[in-house]
């Protein structure tokens, strides 16, 4: 396996800019810039593990769990869907079934109860099927496996994870979960200023696996 | 096909707190030592700053033996068991050392002696009803020198209160008098745990940095700590962080006494027709091996050293090793470690980063340390406020009613408030009775075909008293801190938990205990017993020190009586 080291040497630290997230894929980068190659490559990246009409569902489920507003971008920006499409395929395999009989209980609980597919009502009316996801009231007559709290739990819960983890997994793109907690970033060292009330330190927008420290998950 | 290897002097079963202690004082006395362990070995490599992998997927560990048994739990025989999907504890060289938080308290003296004391101050009939509590058969002042000698050889920071009966007020007043300050300073302060210590100095208590196992400054040619805000359930990417693994077991490697065998799952522990332990079978990719011993400690975290003893049945042992007091299993309890308070401030914390070990403590409401003439419990809780956080975990605090839990109300409300919330640990005295207990379940197996470990334990009314007791304590601290809101956590179950003991207690009389004084079994002269499981009181602080120090004293005891336990 080339390591990033490697590559940089070869390449030359200006060219390398370009030439590592294209060349290597996985390999993760230092700067913002490249970043945005990535996270672009990210958005355009196949479905791992849900269906082009699971990952629409998906999608317009979470932008009202953590939506796009005055107070910045949401869920979809960040690649929530992205993470969790990867995480279906991989650590969460377990939970793909639970995806795919919830998403398709969630799509007939909203035509039975208010007539429409849900990605064609309006945002008050998502919110109003999700309550009722959230809640439990969904849970009968629309077949949903066990509770329908249960699934909307399990959603929310990796809404979260891949608004707010690290970006190595294919969410928090552009660090968008980051700055909407105001986290000041991932340090390895962090110094008695950096502890202060009232004054945070400085951000910074890296991922765990910038550099070659640590070994990959 | 089974391999029997050489016969070694001892062989400790489990290289975590317990018996990654226990090796060093044996291989530097020369005995031939042999540690199996069923994980494998991590390094700082392996501790990368990810909140998924940590905190989400549950910690990066090589070998998932104890997330395959997991206990199963249930508060009373008529109620059924419900199991949790994970292990609060990890396998690999250094057990959870490598991820625990690392604060290194010693009990206080009250601790060993809550039935005599108890019963010397209030009478005795303040005793809980159906408690199994008894005096340790040790004190403190035994176990002192042991504390001192785990403090200063792992390295332990802190401040001391009470040096052979000075006291500091800067350090822990409350504790036991010791034969000397720590190796360390303690870990700094940071501005939230300075508001806090002022807030609670307001109210006349009496604040104190706490002790971590954990660098101050550079240690035995180690890094300090980093306060990088990872280590709360992930290991020290600085190695900062003084668990086993990086501390006594390297240490004990280096004598050449010493055989560290990874990926070892334990299976038994044979005995000769003289009833004596003779040997511990393992496994290894399918392969069955039997390593012979003339001593065996048992090491593994509280629910493996009952299920090892109980699955190892013999002619003349019938109902488990060491068992035919039928005390194995007997005065369990997990430590009244949840039930935590939650506070929401109006101004911003900056607690994103540092530790759980990185705190400020109250003992003042500890153990025996105020008149409980006026109460209806026993025992106390230490309050205990860090600086600790992470974004995930911060996008999941509880919105104190001002928001819901999702949408765009959420997120207005999560922006202003989420570095705005802190969350105290309290841990309080918590007691064996009669009724709580570990057995084998008679359902549920794990990959290999063992039944697990079964929990049958609840909390009882000087529990839940106590929790009201501090919670209305820990409240006052955080509103004395300028909080504008509290949450109150209930204080949950004895289920799975990281602080669990009894089950292999420590006591004078075979008839209700099993091991002795020095940590050995009372009807297996040569099979010693290490970790929480011989401890039959809990205190009000984390088990770690405790439970190695008197893992070097068992260890001490073999050396110093080899011939005779051994031969």
Known sequence: ?????????????????????????????TTAERHDLRHE???????????AEEAELLTAIVARLIPADANGPGAVEAGAVTYIDRALAGPLVASRESYRRGLAALERYAIQSRGAPFRSMTAVDQDSVLIDVEAGSATQSAGFDGSSA?????????????????PYYGGNRGYIGWDLVGYPGVRTAVTPDDQRLGQLPPRVRRSAYDGDSFNKA | MTQTLKTADVVIVGLGAAGGIAALPLAEAGLDVVGLEAGTRLTRRDFAPDEI????????QAVQKANHEVPTHRPNPDTPT????????????????????????????????????????????????????EDWPLGYDELEPYYDTVEWETGVAGRAGNVRGTLDPLGNVFEGPRQRDYPMPPLRGTGFTDLMAAAARSLGWKPFA?????????????????????????????????GTAVTTIPRAEKTGRFTVVTRAHVTAIDVDQRGRVSAVRYVTDGTEFVQPAQAVLLAAYTYENVRLLLLSKSRGFPNGLSNNHGQVGRHYLSHAQEGRVTALFPFDLNTWYGLPAQGTAVDDFADDNFDHGGHDFIGGGNLWVYSDRRPIGAANMPTFGRAPSWGSAWKAFIRENADRVNVSYL???????????????????????FPVIRITADYRDNERRLNDFIQDRMERWYRAAGAVAVIRSPLGTMGPSTHTYGGTRMGETAETNVVNRWGFSHEVPNLGVLGGSVMGTSGARNPTLTIQALAWRTADHLVKNWKTIAE
Not at chain 2, 427 to 447: F, R
């Open chain 1, 150 to 166: 249960t699934f909307f739990s399990m959603v929310r819960a990796h809404t979260w994870q891949g608004t707010f983890g690290d």
């Open chain 2, 82 to 133: 419900t199991r949790a999907a994970s292990h609060p504890m990890m396998n690999g060289v250094g057990g959870t050392t490598l991820h625990y938080w690392a604060q290194s308290w010693r009990l206080n003296p009250w601790d060993f002696r809550v039935a005599s004391e108890t019963t010397r101050r209030y009478g005795r009939s303040r005793l809980p009803a159906g408690t199994t509590v």
């Open chain 1, 1 to 29: 396996m080339i390591s990033r080291r490697d590559l940089l040497k070869a390449a030359g630290a200006a060219a390398a800019g370009a030439a590592v997230p294209a060349r290597t894929g996985a390999e993760v980068s």
């Open chain 2, 210 to 242: 706490g002790p971590a196992q954990i660098n101050s400054r550079t240690f035995q040619d180690r890094s300090p700590c980093m306060y990088h805000g990872f280590c709360n359930r992930g290991g020290c990417h600085v190695d900062a962080k003084n």
């Open chain 2, 427 to 449: 841990q309080k005295t918590t007691l064996p009775y009669e009724g709580n207990y570990l057995d084998l379940d008679p359902h549920v197996k794990d990959p290999l075909g």
């Open chain 2, 53 to 60: 992998r940590n905190n989400v997927r549950n910690w990066p």
């Open chain 1, 41 to 51: 490559a990210a958005t355009r990246a196949p479905l791992e593990s849900l269906t």
